[in-house]
């Protein structure tokens, strides 16, 4: 997978670790990284997790939650559990009880090792709690659309929030995955590619992957076909692949909404211009 750009994070993930191993921390480290659809979430979090794996001699736990999933309901807690107690080579027979006494022997196995636990795609606090280890040996990554107030509240975890990238970055991105001749050749036309795909790294990464297939064709007749905003989300997917299309990710983050708030976001479609202020939006919502 190609990564850049997040330097920034990568150095705060980095600054959460012991700085030895004969110097733990007091309590489990947790870090929630948080972030609008598509901003790379995961793939902060798996590529720290590949870099440090070294640092957690006894194994990383990863699991993805299904927050937001367009096919199935979160994961239960349980179920996680269930499959880390098998990954920890724990025999089938002592996986039994409620939640509770499965959080206990789970917690149990994690005592005194280092591991890396890391989980994706969070919905709320309540969800991932019981994944958490007791011991200060371990260390935990958490990912989720949502800020998870709870989590940094009652919890001690420390937030890192993503943003899109900078546009010299999106364009370093695609100049990563199309190729520096290519890009270089069309460096103007590259550069209102990444503004029309708003620097959002799964965009970004979409529209790279249509100039691929299109050897033949220029940059500039990309971002002439993208600039219609009618037709641009359908234009940002992959064929073979739900999760690589904006305006489906998008569209899970909507369906997770309060009915008042996604009626709040459909007025919002109708405001003509690209801006809005607060004062504006309630005005709005309340003619309507």
Same mark, same amino acid.
């Given at each position: 997978m190609h990564f850049t750009g997040r330097g920034?994070?990568?150095?705060?993930?980095?600054?959460?670790?012991?700085? +030895?191993?004969? +110097?733990?921390?007091?309590?489990?480290?947790?870090?929630?990284?948080?972030?609008?659809?598509?901003?790379?979430?995961?793939?902060?979090?798996?590529?720290?997790?590949?870099?440090?794996?070294?640092?957690?001699?006894d194994g990383v736990l990863y699991a993805n939650l299904r927050g937001y999933d367009p096919a199935s309901s979160p994961a239960e807690p349980g179920a996680i559990i269930d499959e880390f107690l098998r990954d920890l080579d724990v025999p089938e027979?002592?996986?039994?009880?409620?939640?509770?006494?499965?959080?206990?022997?789970?917690?149990?196995?994690?005592?005194?090792?280092?591991?890396?636990?890391?989980?994706? +795609?969070?919905?709320?606090?309540?969800?991932?709690?019981?994944?958490?280890?007791?011991?200060?040996?371990?260390?935990?990554?958490?990912?989720?659309?949502s800020s998870l107030p709870g989590l940094v509240a009652r919890d001690g975890a420390h937030r890192i929030t993503m943003g899109v990238l900078s546009a010299v970055r999106a364009i370093a991105l695609l100049r990563r995955i199309i190729g520096i001749t290519r890009v270089d050749i069309e460096l103007a036309e590259t550069a209102e590619l990444a503004r029309l795909c708003a620097y959002l790294p799964l965009a970004?990464?979409?529209?790279?992957?249509?100039?691929?297939?299109?050897?033949?064709?220029?940059?500039?007749?990309?971002?002439?076909?993208?600039?219609?905003?009618?037709?641009?989300?359908?234009?940002?997917?992959?064929?073979?692949?739900p999760t690589a299309a904006v305006r489906a990710v998008f569209s899970w983050s909507y369906r997770a909404l309060t009915p008042e708030t996604a009626r709040m976001f459909r007025l919002l479609s109708q405001h003509v211009g690209l801006e809005i202020s607060g004062p504006a939006a309630s005005a709005h919502r309340r003619r309507r």
């Amino acid at each position: 997978m190609h990564f850049t750009g997040r330097g920034g994070h990568l150095a705060e993930l980095d600054a959460l670790l012991p700085q +030895n191993t004969g +110097n733990m921390a007091k309590a489990v480290v947790i870090t929630a990284i948080d972030g609008m659809a598509g901003i790379g979430k995961t793939a902060l979090a798996v590529h720290w997790a590949h870099q440090v794996q070294d640092r957690f001699p006894d194994g990383v736990l990863y699991a993805n939650l299904r927050g937001y999933d367009p096919a199935s309901s979160p994961a239960e807690p349980g179920a996680i559990i269930d499959e880390f107690l098998r990954d920890l080579d724990v025999p089938e027979a002592r996986i039994r009880g409620d939640l509770e006494a499965r959080t206990k022997l789970y917690r149990s196995q994690l005592q005194g090792r280092r591991i890396l636990v890391v989980l994706d +795609n969070a919905f709320a606090a309540q969800q991932v709690r019981p994944m958490l280890p007791g011991s200060s040996t371990c260390h935990v990554v958490v990912t989720s659309r949502s800020s998870l107030p709870g989590l940094v509240a009652r919890d001690g975890a420390h937030r890192i929030t993503m943003g899109v990238l900078s546009a010299v970055r999106a364009i370093a991105l695609l100049r990563r995955i199309i190729g520096i001749t290519r890009v270089d050749i069309e460096l103007a036309e590259t550069a209102e590619l990444a503004r029309l795909c708003a620097y959002l790294p799964l965009a970004l990464r979409i529209a790279a992957e249509r100039a691929i297939a299109r050897q033949h064709s220029s940059i500039a007749e990309l971002v002439s076909e993208l600039t219609d905003g009618r037709t641009r989300l359908s234009l940002l997917s992959a064929d073979d692949d739900p999760t690589a299309a904006v305006r489906a990710v998008f569209s899970w983050s909507y369906r997770a909404l309060t009915p008042e708030t996604a009626r709040m976001f459909r007025l919002l479609s109708q405001h003509v211009g690209l801006e809005i202020s607060g004062p504006a939006a309630s005005a709005h919502r309340r003619r309507r």
